[in-house]
């Protein structure tokens, strides 16, 4: 595609942001999990007498706190529901199911599970449901396995052990340490269009061009190119090839390590203002000791071997120091 072809297909590319997600549950939502590891429900019951399921640490209504836990059945009654005829990976069963709101048997309100039914003929609202337990319960909402229609006793479709369904608490279980903290895997996975002006840069990228846009009306450069000046509101002009050189303005040491990490720290990730370039991009920098990188440090362009350009941010390696002498502070304050 040319730089400037308008008829050029945009890139598109799929992404995937997955990770597991951890928190501190506290005194009230602690009870609950280390409760549904023992095969039993907790509800919060409020000063007037109304009982919460799952439970809130404060009244809705009112504000108040709330302290006081009671168990309520494992059984309730469908109050509305949603049929998922193709389940997601993560999903909490892997076949067509029903995602329902359940008032179980003693609370006043609804809690959201899956029902486990064969097919969508067979949910109704107002239908009797009871709770099919985990065989590994670790304290998690995932212990409650599903619910399923309570009129699937000796159905010889019916999936699941007899003895997984609507048990009695297990004191063993309800007795071991308690839960106080609890980890959630989160998944968003979509498609990614790169448009016309950011599909010309990656482009460029795979061929060691890097293209910005400028404005015609205050003739900033924008890098990665962009149809529209965001401060201007007019449309960009021409592409414009700056610099695989610039000035480190801020940066960042990472020291902490994370979930799905690919660098071990530490590292340092910069704003780079590219020379001809008016917006830094934000990259790897790399090539000398972390204690090195500052302010004003003028760098450079480390790209992969040409066999292995691709359209993608990628293609460069990490930025690395120059030899240059450091740029004075008034040449890039106004790019901070």
């Known amino acids: 595609m040319a730089i400037d072809d308008p ?7 799929p992404y995937l942001l997955q990770y597991p997600y951890r928190r501190s549950l506290g005194p009230v939502l602690g009870r609950f999990f280390t409760a549904l590891r023992g095969r039993q429900i907790l509800g919060a019951r409020t000063l007037d007498g109304r009982v919460l399921v799952p439970p809130l640490e404060y009244d809705p209504e009112t504000g108040d706190d709330i302290d006081d836990l009671v168990p309520v059945s494992a059984r309730g009654t469908v109050t509305t529901w949603a049929w998922v005829a193709q389940p997601r990976p993560l999903h909490p069963l892997q076949r067509p199911f029903a995602f329902a709101l359940i008032r179980l048997d003693g609370a006043d309100t609804a809690m959201l599970h899956a029902v486990d039914a ?5 949910m109704t609202t107002g239908m009797r449901v009871r709770a099919r337990w985990s065989d590994a319960p670790v304290g998690h909402i995932t212990d409650l396995a599903c619910f399923e229609p309570e009129d699937r006793v000796g159905d010889k479709d019916r999936v699941g052990d007899d003895d997984r369904v609507a048990a009695e608490p297990d004191p063993a279980l309800l007795d071991l340490k308690p839960v106080t903290s609890m980890t959630t895997p989160l998944s968003l996975d979509y498609t990614v269009t790169a448009g016309y002006d950011l599909t010309a840069f990656l482009r460029g990228i795979a061929r060691k061009t890097i293209l910005g846009r400028e404005c015609p009306a205050c003739q900033k450069v ?20 700056v610099a695989h050189a610039g000035t480190i303005t801020t940066f960042c040491v990472v020291n902490i390590p994370f979930e799905g990490q690919q660098l071990t720290p530490p590292y340092v990730c910069a704003s780079v203002l590219l020379d001809g370039a008016d917006i830094p991009i934000f990259h ?49 304050k106004e790019h901070l």
Not at 118 to 122: D, N, Q, V, Y
Not at 223 to 234: F, H, I, M
Not at 310 to 318: D, L, N
């Open 7 to 13: 008829a050029g297909q945009p890139l598109t590319a």
């Open 118 to 122: 064969l097919h969508p003929e067979a």
């Open 222 to 241: 924008y890098v990665p190119a962009r149809g529209t000046c965001p401060t201007c509101s007019v449309p960009t002009g021409a592409a414009v090839e």
């Open 284 to 332: 790897l920098v790399g090539g000398g000791p972390v204690e090195a990188v500052h302010m004003g440090m003028r760098v450079r362009a480390v790209w992969v071997p040409d066999e292995a350009l691709a359209p993608t941010m990628e293609s460069i390696r990490y930025f690395e120091p120059s030899g240059e002498p450091d740029a004075p502070f008034d040449s890039y």
